[in-house]
């Protein structure tokens, strides 16, 4: 630095001017100004802080202990009870928004998007980017957070809503830009001196209607793509998460402030389907849903009021099927996560394994070995450690223990748990026993609908093929594994499964990985993740233009302008043989044909 001012001093006073090394130098120098600028101000990611729940805190023990644990209270119908399910303590009594909520929750929102569409996508990465700083600074709350609403294990926690949200938005970051940059497609041969595009703009302002398994995840996902595209958004999280809704809320409204914009941009709403159904019926541009079949049908009747597109992640069925040459010991840790991950709330939770005969001895007893030693509990308020925690739902003991029960008439074989758990110091907190139920075959009950619990159904199978039409037996294409030592076996039956995706060897890596998610059949429809799912929140909009704008104007030829010419239809006869018609010889007969219609 001393040699260059040196350098700079001796220049001006007239001395050893060498005029390359001068422009040099004061290039470096400005473009060093501006690059210093623009990391100090232009992309500073901004820090801030959002106050944590105390009932977050290990060890609260202040909460009343509910008798009957339950959403609705027969004595407040407008509020939401919401209870800690591992527990059963009381965490809040939540207002349960109106349809009048609803309709100034998306005036605000459209207010506010006015403004956010102008921003450019550096202000909406910055937003991100200040996100993804908070989310990586408070792991542990936010996990702290969703454990007290949902009874979720700290390692769930950080797997299913850190973890996954952290990768959503870097890919945002780095990628969501090209995905939305406008397209060029070639235009036909007719059009040459056309240039023909696909935008993609903001749909205005969208709707997420999403599921509890996950509340901070599936609630940020639809939040960082509608951002990011433009869109203002609702969201609802179902009413079991409305408690950790209000901590979560105010981390993207903190963050919008902080960055300088209209944090109304981001719309909260709770309730109870009623809430769901007006949201669904208000007249927002579009709607993802996350959540179940049956009221996937509803919200798609609902829908139809406005004719407003819906994207549907319902629920799954989805198989792992362990072929005969798998190494077990690599095999099996997977498929353990894959199954009791989250206490088997997941979309793409394992609910069905299926086992190659000369495994399956052998797969049992290895499964049994796990799930014995697995331990139930609350992370927040028991002193072991916990591998599966709490149903977050009420009532679904009594439905497993049931469907369980019918199978086992049917002839599984139940080797262990099938009843739900009674914990010694929170007797009504919600918790099922880890379960393995083995035998299973493709007619029996329990196969008909998503389980969403900790329970192990292994199924055998002798071939390939008839693994194949086990699984596709299901009226769900969600998701499937395919374990394999041979690769090309492995690919060849991924093509062969009815599903929206398929991981070789692996569980959940498809999401992992950005690409689309979402099924077919009774699983729903539309992608939501990555590319695709980022256009989805977006109105594509085709368009053409002139690509010599100086040179080529469109002109209807005379023959084809109205009033009609006698030769008008030849005309376009000759046309069409020129362009599709594949022999030179009948090529050069149309354009004398062409010729001819022009001139007479
Ligand atoms: C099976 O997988 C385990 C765990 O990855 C590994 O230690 C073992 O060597 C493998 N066995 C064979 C036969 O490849
Ligand atoms: C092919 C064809 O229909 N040619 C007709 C074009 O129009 C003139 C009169 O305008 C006719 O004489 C041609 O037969």
């Not at 007249?283 to 798609?300: A, E, L, P, R, Y």
């Not at 393995?436 to 998503?450: N, S």
């Not at 992992?512 to 590319?531: A, D, K, Y």
């Not at 100086?550 to 023959?559: A, D, E, H, Q, W």
Request: hydrophobic fraction near 40%; proline fraction near 4%.
């Amino acid at each position: 630095m001393a040699e260059f001012i040196e350098y700079i001093t001796e220049s001006l006073l007239g001395l050893n001017i060498d005029l390359t090394q001068a422009f040099i130098s004061v290039f470096v120098l400005i473009i060093s100004g501006l690059i210093l600028k623009f990391l100090l101000f232009k992309n500073k990611i901004v820090k801030f802080v959002v106050e944590v729940p105390i009932e977050a805190k290990p060890g609260w023990n202040s909460g009343k202990i509910l008798e009957k644990p339950h959403l609705k209270d027969a004595f407040n119908p407008g509020y939401i009870t919401c209870y800690d399910p591992a527990t059963g303590q009381l965490l809040d009594m939540i207002r349960a928004h109106t349809e009048d909520d609803v309709k100034e929750a998306l005036k605000k929102a459209r207010n506010a998007q006015q403004k956010w569409i102008k921003t450019t996508f550096s202000e909406r990465k910055r937003v991100l980017k200040s996100l993804l700083n908070f989310i990586i600074d408070n792991q542990e709350e936010i996990c702290l957070v969703s454990s007290r609403d949902t009874g979720k294990t700290l390692i769930d926690g950080k797997f299913g809503e850190v973890l996954t949200t952290c990768e959503k938005i870097r890919w945002t970051i780095n990628h969501g830009e090209k995905a939305l940059t406008t397209e060029y497609r070639e235009a036909s041969p007719i059009l040459a001196y056309k240039s023909a595009k696909i935008e993609y703009h903001p749909l205005g302002v969208v709707a997420a209607l999403v599921s509890w398994n996950y509340p901070f995840h599936n609630a940020f996902v639809p939040i960082i793509s509608s951002l990011f595209v433009g869109n203002g958004i609702l969201i609802k999280a179902s009413e079991q998460v409305a408690w950790s809704m209000q901590y979560y809320s105010k981390i993207i409204k903190t963050c919008l402030m902080e960055c300088g914009h209209d944090p109304e941009i981001v719309q909260f709403l709770c309730g109870f389907p009623e809430c769901g159904e007006a949201i669904v019926r208000s007249g927002v541009d579009g709607i993802t849903f996350i959540g179940s079949c049956q009221v996937g049908k509803q919200v798609m009747k609902a829908a139809s009021d406005n004719l407003t597109p819906c994207i549907l992640e319902l629920g799954g069925k989805d198989c792992a099927i362990i072929r005969h040459d798998v190494n077990l010991s690599q095999a099996l840790p997977i498929i353990m996560r894959g199954t009791f991950q989250n206490a088997g709330q997941n979309c793409v939770g394992l609910e069905r394994i299926l086992v190659h005969e000369s495994l399956y001895d052998e797969f049992v007893d290895k499964a049994a070995e796990q799930i014995k030693k697995m331990k139930v509990g609350s992370i927040l308020n028991d002193d072991n450690v916990v591998d599966v925690g709490a149903m977050t739902m009420s009532g679904q003991g009594e439905r497993l223990q049931s469907l369980i029960q019918a199978s086992v008439s049917e002839g599984a074989k139940l080797i262990l748990g099938g009843h739900q758990y009674i914990h010694p110091k929170y007797p009504t907190a919600q918790y099922f026993e880890p379960t393995l139920l083995i035998d299973v075959t493709p007619d029996m009950t329990i196969l008909k609908q998503e389980l969403f619990a900790p329970i192990m159904i292994v199924m055998k199978f002798s071939t390939d093929e008839e693994a194949i039409e086990i699984c596709n037996k299901s009226p769900y294409g969600l998701g499937n594994s395919v374990f394999s030592g041979d690769q090309s076996k492995g690919d060849w039956m991924s093509r062969r499964l009815r599903c929206g995706m398929v991981n070789i060897n692996d569980f959940g890596a498809t999401y992992l990985s950005n690409l689309p998610f979402g099924g077919v059949g009774i699983s729903g429809f539309g992608r939501f993740g990555g590319v695709e799912g980022l256009r989805s929140l977006c109105l594509m909009k085709s368009v053409t233009t002139d690509r010599f704008p100086l040179f080529f104007k469109t002109s209807i030829p005379r023959v084809v302008d109205y009033p009609m010419h006698p030769n008008g239809s030849s005309f376009i006869s000759h046309l069409v043989i020129l362009l599709y018609v594949n022999s030179l010889m009948e090529k050069m007969k149309a354009v004398t044909g062409l010729i001819k219609d022009s001139l007479s």
